[in-house]
């Protein structure tokens, strides 16, 4: 029996759209990395793959392991094993086996996942589709993790919504409401940037009750130092030493999702470095259409050095050794072993090899990194601009078009919406506000010399002394390029006497 029950279809994958009539042929469209699902004995899951077309078609991202379908399929596995195991099919389902699928294979603590040490997953490994590490993610990174109820309400509601499909499609439009005895339910969403609009959902008494959003806080000054710290303790080559500190310093300077993160590219980098006042060419996902869009985002020159200097050194070795020059993919992040582009699950999981050795309380993930460069920026903009309020905020958002764009291009949210939860942050009060001012107490050079500095001391034992003091005289040459470029400037605002 299969463990997995879905895999992705290659990225240049297309499917039947129509007929041409004027030719009398087949037109296709692109259907790369759409799920294609299986029952637990391999065979083809019909009903299932009609879902994933229907939602394709409707641009449902689909990067990063399938994207948004991809989790949809991944929450419907679970309906796909339980009528599996009990031998019928979706429409034999009755309202007893759903509060059975419910309580004893949503509610338990999830089975089958193997814990493993840090040693035995190899962080570093990346193939074209998926790496070994990306495929232990849910084994390794969250062993025995328990499902949150709003987890299994989730998954409950998805589940619902595709046997109403299935009905629909058999003939048995109330398949869902009279033999799955749920009701319908409505809820209001906010605009993104204008009136709100009324949804509705299928609920079931056997959902649990919600349990409590947990907020994500940015990640510390601290945390980072001890981050830092923990790399060079870990046994680990130069190489993926290396590679974990540039990769802790674009997360915590450009605000890229993990998949952004592992789509930058060594020409993107050589561009920004050209510049008077670089910007690092982002691709930003999350877009309605399920297709990135690219965005700059400003970066401290000294950032770009120690990316430069990774990309000069550490990355050309493992190039030259694996791949060849001349067939470099151009990607930043790489595996040592194979040398292709890094996969963005191995993001994720080296944050967590190195927040266990750092021995931090709080997990460390990608967004937390997102969050504080999200605040930064808004911390930046409420002085620039002398924002009292976070209602002031808002209606300058909505009224000031530079604003908006500003905002859009440097964070990847394409509307106040996906602002809020920052903003609200930026404006805390009390306690609230002492929290977010000590992860982002510095929002300038400053923070990039500290990086630097940290990770000297931290690659002191395990470099040669040439090649730390080569390190220290860039960080060095940075310093002296920044500040002699704020002296012109500000020399330059003051004027003559």
């Not at 077309?53 to 796909?80: C, P, W």
């Not at 890229?256 to 670089?278: F, H, N, Q, W, Y």
């Not at 999350?286 to 000294?302: A, F, M, S, T, Y």
């Not at 595996?335 to 050795?357: C, D, I, P, Y």
Request: charged share 25%; glycine share 6%; aromatic share 8%.
């Amino acid at each position: 029996m299969k463990k997995k029950i879905f895999r992705l279809a290659p990225p240049d994958f297309e499917v039947f759209a129509v007929i041409d009539e004027s030719t009398g042929r087949a037109v296709r469209r692109p259907a790369g990395c759409v799920p294609l699902p299986t029952w637990p004995n391999g065979h083809w899951c019909v009903e299932l793959a009609w879902y994933c077309r229907k939602k394709a078609e409707k641009n449902l991202s689909r990067l990063d392991r399938g994207g948004t379908l991809g989790t949809y399929v991944s929450q419907l596995t679970h309906i796909v094993r339980y009528c599996y195991k009990k031998g019928i099919t979706f429409l034999e389902l009755d309202d007893n086996d759903f509060i059975e699928f419910v309580q004893q294979e949503l509610m338990r603590k999830a089975s089958g996942w193997a814990s493993k040490s840090a040693a035995e997953v190899e962080f570093g490994s990346a193939t074209n589709t998926r790496s070994v590490a990306a495929e232990k993610s849910e084994k390794d990174d969250f062993s025995g993790r328990k499902r949150t109820n709003r987890t299994v309400v989730n998954i409950g509601k998805r589940t619902l919504e595709f046997l109403e499909i299935i009905g629909n499609i058999y003939g048995m439009p109330s398949f869902v409401g009279t033999v799955i005895r749920a009701e319908r339910r409505k809820y209001t969403i906010r605009g993104r940037n204008g009136p709100s609009r009324v949804t509705e959902y299928w609920h079931h008494q056997s959902f649990p009750l919600l349990s409590a959003l947990k907020k994500c806080y940015p990640v510390s000054s601290e945390s980072l130092r001890l981050l830092r710290a923990a790399n060079a303790k870990i046994g680990a080559s130069a190489f993926i030493r290396m590679r974990r500190f540039v990769l802790l310093r674009v997360l915590e300077k450009t605000g890229g999702r993990r998949i952004e993160v592992v789509d930058l590219t060594v020409s993107d980098v050589k561009k920004a470095m050209a510049m008077a006042k670089p910007k690092l060419l982002l691709n930003t996902v999350k877009q309605k259409n399920g297709e990135p869009v690219r965005r700059l985002v400003p970066i401290d020159k000294q950032d770009l050095i120690l990316l430069d200097d990774y990309i000069e050194t550490s990355r050309a070795v493992v190039i030259d050794r694996t791949i060849g020059s001349a067939a470099d993919h151009g990607y930043v992040f790489i595996s040592e072993r194979t040398g292709q582009k890094l996969v963005a699950n191995t993001v994720t999981l080296e944050l967590h090899l190195l927040a266990r050795a750092a021995g931090l309380v709080d997990k460390a993930h990608p967004h937390m990194f997102r969050h504080r460069f999200v605040m930064v920026r808004l911390q930046i903009l409420k002085a620039e601009e002398k924002i009292a309020d976070k209602e002031a905020f808002k209606a300058l958002y909505v009224t000031d078009g530079w604003l908006a764009q500003r905002l859009t291009e440097e964070t990847g949210h394409k509307s106040l919406l996906g602002l809020l939860p920052y903003i609200d942050d930026a404006f805390a009060d009390s306690a609230d506000v002492r929290r977010v001012t000590e992860v982002i107490e510095s929002v300038s050079f400053a923070t990039s010399l500290t990086a630097g500095v940290q990770e000297l001391a931290a690659l002191r034992g395990s470099l040669p002394p040439e090649e730390v003091a080569a390190r220290a005289l860039n960080l060095l040459e940075g310093i002296a390029e920044r500040y002699s470029s704020a002296a012109l400037a500000e020399r330059s605002q003051v004027g003559p006497r």
